[in-house]
């Protein structure tokens, strides 16, 4: 009998992860490539789910496939069940005193570039056995996943919360004014976006929520910049600011390695509209997530603070 509803499960959890594929890609060939199954075995598993529920999950046409409104609620459903089957699958172990699963983060990139890779560091430490998918989006895009169930844990700046989102963690977390270490401003206490004016800055693109709260900040100062340089590349966005070249306002936290060692300076900046920002943690509001995913948002929480009352540059 167990290894009928194990059988069952798998039936069930390739079905999900087909079709979940398949609306991500829009194509059966390149769901197939992902998935590293033939094209033929995925299109008949999909012709099996139509022909059981009576109704066209997706449109074929020469450019590939889109979902049906019938597509769009199995759709929910698949991410639903793939995401219960990973719970399952880790309280099952976590009964057995094993500390395993897998941990899908969305991040923004100001965060992911030097932050997450020395918390995951700090977690495996405890939790081997645990794995993590990591992809980087805008805040905007992150909620949504979040919602959708396509990831378990977003990781955002100043973020707009969607019904469906539950914010787990929030911090207040400043932009400051980052420079290289031989800058003018380098040695100053704090600055105001006049005295930045003065310099070459590099920006986050409009699309940013940063950048948003920095125009806001700068039509209040009746300040205005002209960016030598906009990117949504924060490796690039700190490279610049290391070699020089301009100034920037980002997160601390997002050049925290380049900080510790000297080579840039973080300067707090005379703005009560860029010291409202926040760090945010989401989950899914009407979804408990499995054990590692918990653990991971309660280390998030504790190790956030660690980070954001430490050295400021």
């Known amino acids: 009998m167990l290894t009928w509803h194990?059988?069952?499960?798998?039936?069930?959890?390739?079905?999900s992860r087909y079709f979940t594929a398949i609306a991500q890609h829009g194509s059966m060939r390149d769901a197939a490539d992902a998935l590293h199954v033939a094209q033929s075995a995925l299109s008949r598993s999909i012709?099996?789910?139509?022909?059981?529920?009576?109704?066209?999950?997706?449109?074929?046409?020469?450019r590939g496939v889109m979902l049906t409104a019938a597509g769009e609620i199995f759709l929910r459903y698949a991410r639903d069940e793939l995401t219960q089957i990973q719970h399952l699958r880790s309280e099952l172990e976590a009964l057995t005193g094993l500390r395993r699963g897998k941990v899908r983060i969305h991040a923004v990139e100001s965060l992911a570039r030097s932050l997450l890779p020395r918390l995951i560091g700090a977690y495996w430490a405890a939790h081997p056995g645990v794995a993590f998918d990591i992809k980087t989006d805008s805040s905007d895009h992150i909620g949504k996943a979040v919602g959708d169930a396509e990831t378990d844990i977003g990781l955002t700046y100043n973020?707009?919360?969607?019904?469906?989102?539950?914010?787990?963690?929030?911090?207040?977390?400043?932009?400051?004014?980052?420079?290289?270490?031989?800058?003018?401003?380098?040695?100053?206490?704090?600055?105001?976006?006049?005295?930045?004016?003065?310099?070459?800055?590099?920006?986050?693109?409009?699309?940013?929520?940063?950048?948003?709260?920095?125009?806001?900040?700068?039509?209040?100062?009746?300040?205005?910049?002209?960016?030598?340089?906009?990117?949504?590349?924060?490796?690039?966005?700190?490279?610049?600011?290391?070699?020089?070249?301009?100034?920037?306002?980002?997160?601390?936290?997002?050049?925290?390695?380049?900080?510790?060692?000297?080579?840039?300076?973080?300067?707090?900046?005379?703005?009560?509209?860029?010291?409202?920002?926040?760090?945010?943690?989401?989950?899914?509001?009407?979804?408990?997530?499995?054990?590692?995913?918990?653990?991971?948002?309660?280390?998030?929480?504790?190790?956030?603070?660690?980070?954001?009352?430490?050295?400021?540059?």
């Open 6 to 15: 194990h059988n069952r499960i798998r039936m069930h959890s390739r079905i």
């Open 47 to 62: 012709q099996g789910i139509e022909q059981e529920f009576g109704v066209a999950l997706l449109e074929r046409h020469s």
């Open 159 to 313: 973020s707009l919360l969607a019904p469906d989102v539950e914010l787990r963690v929030q911090l207040r977390e400043p932009l400051v004014a980052l420079v290289a270490a031989r800058h003018p401003l380098a040695r100053a206490k704090v600055i105001t976006l006049r005295d930045a004016a003065a310099y070459p800055v590099a920006l986050t693109t409009k699309a940013s929520r940063s950048r948003f709260l920095i125009e806001e900040a700068c039509r209040k100062a009746g300040v205005s910049l002209s960016p030598v340089l906009e990117s949504n590349s924060i490796e690039l966005l700190t490279s610049i600011i290391e070699r020089g070249h301009a100034l920037s306002f980002l997160l601390r936290l997002s050049a925290v390695d380049r900080i510790e060692a000297g080579a840039i300076v973080a300067v707090p900046v005379r703005s009560e509209l860029m010291n409202r920002g926040t760090i945010d943690v989401l989950t899914r509001a009407s979804r408990k997530l499995a054990p590692a995913g918990e653990e991971f948002v309660a280390f998030l929480d504790k190790e956030l603070r660690s980070y954001r009352g430490g050295p400021k540059g």
